[in-house]
């Protein structure tokens, strides 16, 4: 199959330009755009559909990157100075980008397994944080993410660079409310799943190195400026806080997201060994 060769800034090359600066657009066309080795392979390894490989027309490629694009049901040549406009990098040039299709928003997609640890970002408004926490969750065994309300976009190109491709390997969800959430709660529940809803509040009443985390987990995390919605806050079964020393009275939404994980991981691993 041949090439689609593009090297002005026509119809199509602004329908993928896009892809990374409108949400409207990525949600509409239920795709989304991936860079980088790592994060392409991810995507490749777990199974996601690659819609359109582009490529430098100037650059002889390497062989990962010609078995990337031997794998693509379609594959664009761009020019050099447009591929640099569409990935957005300041240095250097990208070999190739991948247009990734996007998964259904539906909580179905997270494994429940019998030591589910779980999480809710409640209305970030960072696509970085997003990201991160997706990349803490692949290394500390988290089996989903849930992004909750009216919040930053997942697909977005910060997100998905953020996670260097954890997402692939980590279900990341979008929930338009609480109340779709405590629905597959109240479901999992009576199917015999006795999951611990665990919030997080610089005023919560146990130190996180307190509470039991072995126990199947859906821990959350607040908004990065206000913090756990009233919602979140009154269906939680337990608060956790971190004790701070120092001037600081909080901690990054991602570093928080991350301190729970470790918690959850080092308690189960010594559950593990006894």
Do not use: C
């Not at 009576?190 to 307190?210: I, S």
């Amino acid at each position: 199959m041949a090439d689609l060769k593009i090297s002005t800034r026509n119809s199509r090359f602004q329908l993928l330009e896009a892809l990374t600066r409108n949400r409207s657009h990525r949600t509409r066309e239920h795709r989304f755009v991936v860079q980088g080795v790592r994060p392409i392979s991810q995507a490749i390894e777990h199974g996601w559909a690659i819609l359109t490989v582009i490529h430098d027309a100037e650059r002889t490629l390497s062989p990962w990157a010609r078995g990337v694009l031997a794998q693509a049901p379609e594959t664009i040549a761009m020019s050099p100075a447009l591929l640099a406009e569409l990935s957005e990098k300041d240095e250097g040039t990208t070999e190739i980008i991948a247009i990734v299709a996007m998964p259904a928003d539906e909580l179905s997609r997270i494994p429940v397994p019998a030591d589910f640890l779980g999480m809710v970002f409640d209305r970030p408004t960072q696509p970085g944080n997003i990201g991160s926490i997706l990349r803490s969750m692949d290394a500390l065994g988290g089996h989903g993410l849930i992004v909750s309300g009216h919040a930053a976009d997942p697909y977005d190109p910060k997100s998905v660079r953020a996670s260097t491709g954890s997402m692939f390997a980590t279900p990341v969800v979008r929930a338009a409310s609480p109340g779709v959430v405590f629905d597959w709660v109240r479901d999992l529940r009576a199917q015999g799943t006795p999951l611990t809803l665990v919030a997080t509040d610089e005023r919560g009443e146990v130190d996180v190195w307190d509470h039991d985390f072995t126990q199947p987990s859906l821990i959350l995390i607040g908004n990065e400026t206000t913090g756990l919605a009233r919602g979140w806050r009154e269906a939680a079964d337990v608060t956790v806080r971190v004790p701070m020393n120092g001037s600081a009275s909080s901690l990054n939404a991602s570093n928080a997201a991350t301190l729970m994980l470790y918690e959850a991981a080092r308690q189960r691993a010594g559950a593990a060994r006894t």
